[in-house]
């Protein structure tokens, strides 16, 4: 009876390690998951942060999508929340900075944002942290097309001129941006400028000939992604091309091409023609018929 | 001398003016208005309940009317054929067939419009054709050509009668009062003078040569409904001249058939000989081999390249759902009436006479292949729609219309030929003159 006692005790034993490691091997099939921050602004305005999450599946990095993350201003104050965001199915989140952190933003000149995830069932708790600088571009253009972009960036309480920043000067189309010139970018001087000539004269604008000139700073350590825009009247006129209206073959009844119209009526008049002519030779044999027998 | 022409001239006159129906003609006569008078009901019962009678669904939207129209449109090509053609050619051995030809394509035409109007569902749909159609529409341009075609029919049926009309109100006796009547209301005027034969000769050349165009214009439109519209089978730059070689060919194959028909029953071997058939053999084969070139071009170069979106069309004819109607189609329409026309023997008045049979019906059929296979395999899959949607069978009141329609022209053909004589009688007396003198 004892040594049965035993046996079931060391099967139990077994079961229960068994199970155990089983519940330790799904702990160890959670997924890493790689968080990152971005931070932009356009035109001087809402600044806003953008967080990718990504995870390697078979050697490469696909984004995961319905992963909650939080982010915060400054990670050393863990209480000041921007937002609680949900990715997408590109694994993508965005947030602006929300007006009620206005006096957080403006006490520094520096900020460090943190994306931080809990961990879920399938992937482990993950963050990621940003620190950018405050800056800005402004743009500017002379008649003779000359196209200055100056980058500042906040030093103490004023906007100082920053030296050595690489950026792109670029014209605004519908899926990327242009270079103005053959440059592809440009770097600032000790007064913070960068100036390109614009080169793309013909290029097509909207109907007014207007273009969206675009001064922009991709991915800098120190600043982020900055972009500003202005519009100026140097591109062609568009004038669209609209074929609803016009006499087409696929038009309305009444707007059928007038080739069309002077073919067709040719065939109907000329063969409605010949057999009208031929009516009358019937008449005119009944004429002679009726003269006989008269 | 003067009294033997006369008799001779007497002897035709009798032999060829109408005669009245015997027994035959009668149950012939009969069944053909049985047909048409089912039809009717059946086109009564498509008015009162409207398209839903038909098999014709959203995507088979064109079945055995439409391919009946094509038929029709076809076979009226014969009455340029044989008359425009052979007359300006100066083919006189066809004179006897002139007439057969003209009333062939006058019942046709008329036949082809009616089916049209039946397949918009209610006639009055008819007219809106005129108060909505669009001149860019290849429709339009086939209402106007085919009501040209039909004008230009009746006058070549009309203009080569008025010398006969007058030799049928001289012969009083062997028609009715009511048929003088008709006979006196059409052409009592014909005199017969130099000046009266000078303007009908000149209408029937003018006409001649005006119908011929007219004629390509009524089987190169009709080929367009299908070939300006993008669809596998019928995105083909050889559709016209594929429509017109095979319009001659069943034109001539209608030809030959009533040719042994009215032999047979009017007994007018005398007039319409072996040679006649021989001759028609020799057309009817030169043109199934046309038509079977043009077949072979409109099949084999699509096969050989075998385009996605043609593949379960052409693999539905030569292998699939359609493949026993085509092969028939193909071998009962073509290759056997060619390997029986190509021999001397088979240019008998039977072997032609069968050959046309197998023509016209492989015609008939042909016209439905080209039609409906097409609308069953459209670019974009069917998907969420009925079963019955996905097959097209005729319903009953299809094949009673059709059959209706068909039974129609043939009794508009055996009508006019009692009315008419079914050949010139003026022209062969004045013809036999000539070979004489």
Redesign the interface.
């Known amino acids: 009876m004892k040594l049965l006692n035993k046996n079931i005790l060391g099967l139990l034993s077994i079961i229960f390690f068994l199970s155990s490691y089983d519940a330790l091997s799904q702990e160890a099939q959670k997924g890493d998951l790689n968080v990152s921050i971005s931070y932009f602004i356009n035109n001087n305005k809402i600044p806003y942060l953008l967080a990718k999450v990504k995870t390697k599946v078979d050697g490469k990095f696909k984004p995961v999508n319905v992963i909650p993350l939080n982010l915060f201003l400054d990670k050393d104050s863990a209480g000041t929340l921007i937002a609680k965001v949900v990715t997408n199915e590109k694994g993508e989140a965005t947030a602006i900075i929300p007006a009620s952190l206005k006096n957080q933003w403006s006490s520094s000149i520096k900020h460090t944002f943190l994306a931080s995830f809990d961990g879920n069932k399938n992937y482990e708790s993950a963050k990621a942290d940003l620190t950018v600088g405050k800056a800005k571009i402004l743009i500017d253009t002379t008649s003779d097309r000359k196209i200055t972009a100056t980058v500042f960036e906040m030093k103490d309480t004023s906007w100082t001129p920053v030296k050595g920043v690489e950026l792109k000067i670029a014209v605004r189309r519908l899926d990327a941006d242009l270079s103005v010139n053959e440059t592809a970018s440009f770097t600032t001087d000790s007064t913070g400028q960068a100036t390109a000539d614009f080169k793309r004269d013909s290029i097509p604008g909207d109907e007014k000939g207007n273009i969206i000139l675009v001064a922009k700073i991709e991915d800098n350590d120190q600043y982020g992604n900055l972009l500003v825009e202005q519009t100026v009247p140097w591109g062609s006129k568009f004038i669209p091309v609209n074929n609803f209206d016009r006499r087409?073959?696929?038009?309305?009844?009444d707007k059928?091409?007038i080739w069309?119209?002077f073919m067709?009526y040719s065939i109907?008049i000329t063969?409605?023609g010949?057999?009208i002519?031929?009516?009358i030779?019937?008449f005119?044999?009944?004429k002679?018929?009726?003269e006989?027998?008269a | 001398m003067e009294n033997l022409n006369s008799t001779a001239n007497e002897k035709i006159i009798q032999d060829l003016l109408p005669q009245k129906f015997g027994k035959s003609g009668k149950i012939w006569t009969g069944i053909l208005v049985a047909f048409c008078l089912v039809g009717l009901f059946a086109y009564y019962r498509q008015l009162r309940y409207g398209l839903v009678v038909t098999s014709m669904r959203d995507y088979v939207s064109w079945g055995i009317y439409i391919s009946n129209f094509v038929f029709f449109v076809a076979i009226s090509l014969v009455g340029s054929l044989i008359t425009a053609v052979f007359r300006l050619a100066d083919v006189h051995w066809s004179t006897p067939l002139t007439r057969i030809a003209e009333i062939i394509a006058v019942a046709a035409i008329i036949f082809a419009s009616l089916i049209i109007i039946v397949d918009m569902g209610s006639p009055e749909r008819f007219y809106n054709l005129f108060i909505h159609g669009r001149l860019q529409s290849p429709i339009i341009w086939d209402v106007i050509v085919i009501t040209t075609y039909f004008f230009i029919s009746i006058l070549l049926l009309y203009f080569p009668l008025l010398p006969d009309i007058q030799i049928l109100i001289k012969y009083k006796e062997k028609s009715s009062k009511r048929l003088q009547k008709f006979y006196s209301f059409i052409g009592s005027f014909w005199k017969g003078t130099p000046a009266q034969f000078k303007l009908s000769e000149k209408a029937i050349n003018i006409l001649c040569i005006t119908i011929i165009p007219v004629a390509f214009s009524i089987h190169t439109v009709t080929s367009w409904l299908f070939a300006t519209t993008y669809r596998p089978g019928w995105d083909s730059t050889n559709f016209g001249a594929y429509f017109i070689s095979g319009a001659f060919l069943v034109g001539a194959g209608g030809v030959v058939v009533a040719m042994y028909v009215f032999r047979k029953a009017y007994h007018l071997e005398k007039y319409i000989t072996a040679d006649h058939f021989e001759k028609m053999g020799r057309i009817v084969v030169l043109l199934a081999l046309l038509y079977l070139y043009f077949n072979v071009n409109e099949y084999l170069v699509p096969a050989f390249k075998m385009k996605k979106s043609e593949e379960a069309h052409l693999n539905g004819l030569f292998t699939g759902e359609f493949a026993p109607l085509f092969w028939f189609a193909i071998s009962v329409g073509m290759l056997i009436p060619i390997i029986i026309l190509l021999f001397k023997k088979g240019r008998r008045p039977l072997p032609v006479f069968i050959a046309g049979i197998m023509v016209v019906v492989g015609a008939w059929f042909k016209r439905y292949l080209i039609v409906t296979p097409t609308l069953l395999h459209p670019f974009l899959p069917m998907t969420n729609v009925p079963d019955s949607y996905r097959h097209y069978f005729p319903s009953w009141e299809e094949w009673a219309i059709a059959l209706g329609s068909l039974a129609g022209a043939m009794l508009v053909i055996t009508i006019l030929s009692r009315i008419f004589p079914i050949i010139p009688i003026q022209e062969t007396i004045t013809e036999r003159h000539e070979t004489a003198e």
Not at chain 1, 248 to 253: G, K, M, N, P, S
């Open positions: 087409t073959l696929f038009a309305t009844r059928t091409p069309l119209l067709a109907v063969v409605w010949i057999l002519s031929l009516v030779s019937i005119k044999i009944k002679i018929g009726e006989i027998q």
